[in-house]
């Protein structure tokens, strides 16, 4: 079954940042969320088995497959490698995810995080490929694919191996084009040449591209004083042939209402716009940052319990505003409820999960010692 790409949603929903009240996911907030984005017309939902520690499958059956009919929306989640530890937890994770979000079958399901070493290792071991084409002809899988955080490299040999791959998701925005880690604009290049449809994750890398110095932001704002700064991001992506779905993880309505307003009538970037856009990428570069885009994937398995995205949030801030006490006083509130930079052991369980692979026992060391403790 190809995809028809005249249904999908230029927005999809991603639920990786859902908003919370009192440590856990606000139910009614997130109702609003999908109420909101279904009657603008859009219905693409991404979820995953990690999410959330585990809650974000609940949350979208509570708030979504309960509340509509099966056939009005798409969901998408994800089998993570780092779960698997023998043959039969394939088929466990999948049974148990179609139990947490209430569905006999998935409009899309990915192979989560494929990169060099162990995520794709453990894919090949246990044959998920062919497991993925078996669940399809079952029924119980409309469309296989996979997320990817690899080298071209690797990619190309995926799909050379794997052509019946119908789709693949990407970190793709502006920023990262370049990233020697990251090499977006390659991936990007390979997939669009293959016509192999493209979904694109961290299009705003984090919310990084949505808050910037103000003399960055006012870049964007000469051309288009009434645009926020995230709807550039959004509209860079947007305007690249063979991008299917773009995610965003909203957090709350005001970046839905920003985002919903982005693509409802969607409007590509100009060439001069272009060249706004490569000029505020020159302006980024010049300012090192810590490149977290705030997945969390870090966070669940920290013996020391380290918010480790918001203790980066707090150094990229001081590192363009040196001077913000505000950054200061964030991080004193952050340590009251989650662990200080100066914890961190150095066990390493972050490094092997972080899809940026950055290399975070050494940049805890000097938040520890740029915060003091």
């Given amino acids: 079954m190809s995809i028809d790409l005249s249904k999908m949603p230029k927005l999809g929903f991603g639920l990786m940042r859902l908003p919370e009240k009192d440590g856990v996911i606000d139910h009614e907030h997130v109702c609003r969320m999908v109420d909101k984005y279904m009657e603008a017309g859009m219905n693409y939902f991404d979820t995953a088995y990690v999410y959330h520690g585990g809650k974000s499958e609940v949350a979208a059956r509570e708030a979504l497959v309960k509340r509509y009919p099966r056939e009005d929306f798409m969901v998408a989640t994800k089998l993570p490698a780092w779960e698997i530890k023998k043959e039969e937890d394939v088929e466990r994770i999948f049974k148990e995810q179609q139990e947490r979000l209430g569905v006999d079958y998935f409009d899309f399901y990915l192979l989560h995080s494929i990169e060099e070493g162990n995520n794709y290792d453990v894919y090949v071991k246990y044959d998920c490929f062919e497991w993925g084409m078996k669940k399809k002809a079952e029924g119980k899988i409309r469309h296989f694919g996979f997320s990817f955080h690899g080298s071209p490299e690797l990619l190309t040999e995926i799909l050379d191996k794997h052509p019946e791959v119908e789709f693949v998701q990407i970190q793709l925005n502006y920023l990262d084009r370049t990233n020697p ?82 693509f409802k009538n969607f409007e590509p970037l100009s060439d001069e716009e272009f060249n706004i856009v490569n000029k505020v990428t020159d302006e980024i570069l010049r300012i090192p940052q810590i490149g977290c885009t705030a997945c969390k994937y870090c966070c669940d398995g920290c013996p020391m319990k380290i918010s480790i995205p918001d203790v ?62």
Avoid at 211 to 235: C, D, G, N, Y
Wanted: glycine share 8%; charged share 25%; proline share 6%.
């Fill in 181 to 262: 880690v990251v090499r977006s604009q390659e991936l990007y290049e390979i997939l669009h040449e293959r016509n192999i449809p493209i979904i694109v994750m961290e299009p705003v890398r984090g919310g990084a591209l949505a808050s910037m110095a103000p003399e960055i932001e006012e870049i964007f704002k000469q051309k288009r004083p009434e645009s926020s700064v995230a709807s550039w991001a959004l509209r860079f992506v947007g305007s690249l042939p063979g991008v299917m779905t773009i995610l965003s993880g909203m957090s709350n309505e005001e970046q839905m209402n920003d985002n919903i307003g982005t």
């Fill in 312 to 373: 980066f949030r707090t150094i990229n801030t001081l590192r363009r505003y040196p001077d913000d006490w505000r950054s200061k006083n964030f991080y004193s509130g952050l340590t009251q409820r989650s662990g200080k930079a100066s914890d961190c052991i150095g066990c390493g369980q972050c490094e092997r999960v972080c899809p940026q692979h950055l290399p975070i026992i050494e940049l805890m060391k000097e938040a520890s010692e740029i915060l003091g403790y």
